[in-house]
């Protein structure tokens, strides 16, 4: 009864066209894989929220929520965006699919991550990247003429007129 009552279509359907603008850059996990059907995560996170929840989907979608106990099941997952939502939503998700390659890449996508080994690894790579390309990102100071570090540069193209 509550998606008849809460799920308010023209909000979800502006959501959605919003998130199909800036797919890749709102719901970056989604770019690892491609998939043929992708569907906007705004929609079932509204059906989700207008089954689950007391309120009308906009006034229920930036709130926090307490689902514990729910478990949402696809058997088709596909890319995986209902488990994306339901595991944003803090929902115990299971999804399964007839093509093994989506499942192992869902399975890694919303597996946890050791944030610190993850962190760590990041420094590392930075370091070594520092190492072997600082001396490209350097200047004279026009002051003091010591050698300073650039953040950028803009290159530009020049050619010297032989007339």
């Known amino acids: 009864m509550g998606i008849e009552r809460n799920f308010e279509p023209a909000f979800v359907a502006r959501l959605a066209a919003a998130e199909k603008q800036v797919q890749q850059a709102y719901r970056p996990v989604i770019g690892v894989?491609?998939?043929?059907?992708?569907?906007?995560?705004?929609?079932?996170?509204?059906?989700?929220?207008?089954?689950?929840?007391?309120?009308?989907?906009?006034?229920?979608?930036?709130?926090?929520?307490?689902?514990?106990?729910?478990v949402v099941l696809d058997p088709l997952m596909g890319g995986g965006t209902n488990l994306f939502e339901a595991n944003?939503?803090?929902?115990?998700?299971?999804?399964?699919?007839?093509n093994p390659m989506s499942r192992w890449i869902v399975e890694r996508e919303l597996e946890p991550i050791d944030v610190e080994a993850f962190e760590d690894a990041g420094e590392s790579i930075c370091k070594k990247v520092d190492l072997k390309l600082s001396e490209f990102y350097e200047t004279r100071c026009t002051e003091c003429d010591?050698?300073?570090?650039?953040?950028?540069?803009?290159?530009?193209?020049?050619?010297?007129?032989?007339?």
């Open 88 to 98: 944003r939503l803090g929902i115990s998700a299971l999804g399964y699919d007839t």
């Open 33 to 70: 894989h491609k998939w043929f059907a992708r569907r906007p995560g705004a929609l079932f996170r509204s059906l989700l929220l207008a089954e689950l929840t007391d309120a009308p989907v906009s006034n229920s979608y930036l709130e926090p929520h307490d689902f514990e106990g729910i």
């Open 146 to 163: 010591d050698t300073v570090p650039v953040k950028s540069f803009l290159w530009a193209k020049t050619h010297e007129c032989t007339s």
